[in-house]
């Protein structure tokens, strides 16, 4: 047969496999991990970096997101409950352990305000997850509120501190 044949012959078989196999975001990251080797960088997006340093942040608001990281870099994760209602967002948990690592804090909080820090030591993905109250404690005669609010953001943590996608720390001082 033509070799233009056989390429047709090859790309319709390929599409017919494509339609038989279930669709979603699971296989088209497994498609990519299997092809680059790699974890899939193009779905994530670099960490807000907090003060203008190298160590990344998330809030409330990144709520959903996937973030990448490189080896090395810092995470602070601060969740901001009211003030006053006495909730507070749970410490993140993390869903597979030897990816991030948890630091020393080194700092004082609002009362509101859980906060947590963690580095980057391998490569991988994991999952942050908290939860918290959706309302104050109830009072008297008041009916409990059972309602939970969850907090999730996924973390990816690619190469090395050196990687192209993150601002580069200074280098320590001799």
């Keep these: 047969m033509p070799r233009r044949v056989l390429t047709v012959l090859g790309l319709v078989a390929t599409l017919a496999v494509g339609m038989a196999a279930p669709a979603g975001p699971d296989l088209a990251a497994a498609a990519t991990r299997l092809h680059t080797g790699t974890l899939a960088k193009a779905h994530c997006v670099p960490a807000t970096p907090q003060g203008g340093g190298s160590e990344a942040l998330l ?20 969740l901001v409950a009211p003030a006053g209602s006495f909730v507070h967002w749970q410490r993140a948990r993390l869903s597979r352990t030897g990816v991030l690592a948890v ?5 004082r909080f609002e009362p509101n305000v859980t906060a947590q820090k963690l580095v980057a030591v391998r490569t991988g993905q994991v999952t942050l997850s908290s939860q918290r109250p959706a309302c104050a404690p109830p009072r008297g005669s008041q009916m409990a509120c059972r309602a939970i609010l969850e907090w999730r953001a996924t973390v990816v943590v690619t190469g090395s501190d050196r990687s192209p996608l993150l601002p580069q720390p200074p280098l320590p001082r001799a």
């Design 59 to 78: 809030t409330n608001a990144h709520s959903g997101e996937t973030v990448c990281l490189a080896v090395g870099q810092k995470l602070l994760v601060r």
């Design 103 to 107: 630091v020393p804090l080194g700092g």
